[in-house]
């Protein structure tokens, strides 16, 4: 049996995400007291084996001294040897501000109090902290559509293999902020800026012409193989330690060239038996697979090409 604990900030797409896995077959329940979560398993587990596989939605509806009690709980199910995942989606703050004001739906933590939509917002991230602290994948909504999500749950939490680390490695611009889901961030707008050629800007950092420029330099080698070299020491710390994801962000200014080009060079640097590698490029709405082979297989792609914000790196 393998259990999904889907959590989050409200209208960060905990629904979404519970309907994707039950699409794929999972047994879906939404809004679960985490005080049922033993007993939940135990009904599951006298049932017939029809239902192999649960999802479960736990959020800021839950009692707050629940919420409080949720790594115990959570060691309590793990400690029958139930395949347990703990997924908590967010988004900024700014973001769930401007959802809620499109849908005109209430926030659960506006009902009964003198809460203003902001302040809920802003309360609601307490009262998860204890669910964000323990989680296995967070990601981070924001830019992401309906089926860009359905996507990122299909890949990364019904496929996942227990015992195996989900490695990804993603560029960003800082000029869009950082991306809420990164373990670990690195800073590339140190490196000479392909954007200040004309001739280079139309490109991004998968192209031979920006290759080509950003190995000319020692500063760029230089700062990919301190990467590397610091990845290659702890790795190895975080696969002993039974972590099942692990997201290293790089960014530049806007996302287009520098921090691309080093996310590329890094995967092909960690694709290894060890982790499931992953590249995700979120200016360019790019979210790649590498195969077995080491051919990079396109997953999920929004595409930027073509619009005036491609071209922004300044």
Known sequence: MQLVIISGRSGSGKSIALQALEDLGYYAIDNLPANLLAPLIDELRSAPPSRPNVAVSIDARNLPESL?????????????????????????????LERYSATRRRHPLTRGNDMTLAEAIDHEQGYLA????????????????????RARIGEQVAKHTGGRLTLTFESFGFKRGVPLDADMVFDARCLPNPFWDPGLRAYDGRDAQIIEFLESYPDVHALAEDIHAWLDRWLPSYLASHRSY???????????????????????????????????????????ALSSDSAAQPSASTGNAGSPERDADT
């Open 130 to 149: 204890p669910i964000r602290r323990v989680a296995d994948l967070v990601i981070d909504t924001q830019g992401l559509s309906v089926h860009d999500l």
């Open 246 to 288: 692990l997201t290293v962000a790089i960014g530049c200014t806007g996302g287009q060239h520098r921090s691309v080009y080093l996310i590329e060079r890094l995967a092909r640097h960690f694709h290894h038996d060890d982790a499931d590698i992953r590249l995700r490029h979120r200016e360019l709405g790019i979210h790649t």
């Open 68 to 96: 409080e009690r949720f790594p115990i709980l959570l060691d309590a199910v793990r400690g029958r040897g139930i395949d347990t995942q703990v997924v908590y989606l967010t988004a900024d703050a700014k973001i769930l």
